[in-house]
């Protein structure tokens, strides 16, 4: 359990600075209460630097998350145009799913992902990166005319292959900058498999999974695919119950401090 799995971007908000995308913590970073007033932050890239510094020290992995293509209305309140109905939209305020979530027929889509994935992955020395992909509604999508154009010009049978090809398309571009990606949702409906095999799972550690073949999908029903064959895994919800550690009183605390609301 020696790995930090970083959540850092939401609907309610974006918390990593991204130099190519200054909306992100212009706007994406804060969200408006339901008091009026406003909340949030992120994180700079010299405080991430210090955390993973920090981390390392103790022989602690940090692994970055960056949500796609649901949880994106923070992502999408900065910069609209990647969003099917072209907004406007507003950090989330509240806390549940949102039906708005990237196009995944709009190529500036991936242009906008992988340019921020690039600045992640120059932050994070793991090995591992997470691209979300659980929780992602596709009402916008079956109203798109760009994403049903999508399904037409990749030969695909709905939305849930087309979010599969969402996927793989990123999880292609990390494998050539040799990150495996570790998406969070079942790409498409698993009884659409040919040969699937559900298999179910009540406790599982995840190094256990890993070592038979690489991450596809993980979710609520998770779904995993090996190198090895074409057999289609699934696998129960897995809940993972943490008591919060209690840091050593004798360990510095971090340099850095946590913005505040302008």
């Known amino acids: 359990l020696n790995r930090f799995h970083w959540h850092l971007t939401e609907d309610q908000g974006w918390r990593i600075a ?47 998350e960056i949500e796609m293509p649901g949880h994106s209305m923070a ?5 609209p145009e990647l969003g ?20 995944a027929g709009n190529d500036r889509v991936f242009e906008f992902l992988q340019g921020v994935l ?36 990749e030969g695909l049978k709905d939305e849930f292959e087309l979010q599969s090809w969402f996927i793989r398309r990123m999880e292609a571009w ?3 900058r040799a990150a495996p990606a570790r998406p969070q949702a079942p790409a498409a409906k698993p009884d659409d498999r040919p040969g699937f095999q559900p298999i179910k799972i ?34 129960s919800t897995i809940h993972l119950m943490l008591r919060r550690l209690r840091p050593n009183p004798k360990s510095p605390e971090p340099k850095f401090k946590y913005p505040k609301p302008q």
Do not use: M, N
């Open 174 to 176: 990390l494998a050539e």
């Open 118 to 153: 690039e600045e992640v992955l120059e932050l994070f020395p793991s090995p591992w990166v997470h691209i979300g992909g659980d929780e992602a509604p596709k009402v916008r999508w079956e109203k798109c005319p760009k994403c049903q154009g999508r399904i037409r010009a």
């Open 84 to 103: 099917c109905t072209g907004g406007p939209y507003e950090v989330g305020s509240r806390w549940g799913i949102y039906d708005d979530i990237y196009c």
């Open 75 to 79: 992502a999408l309140a900065a910069y």
């Open 202 to 235: 009540r406790w599982v550690v995840e190094q256990s999974i890993a070592c038979l073949g690489r991450y596809r999908r993980l979710s609520k029903d998770y779904e995993y695919k090996t190198t090895h064959s074409e057999t289609w895994i699934q696998i």
């Open 18 to 64: 991204i130099d190519r995308y200054p909306r992100l913590t212009e706007v994406a970073a804060w969200r408006r209460s339901e008091d009026g007033s406003t909340y949030g932050g992120f994180y700079t890239k010299d405080e991430i630097r210090h955390v993973v510094r920090y981390a390392k020290e103790r022989c602690i992995e940090v692994i970055p």
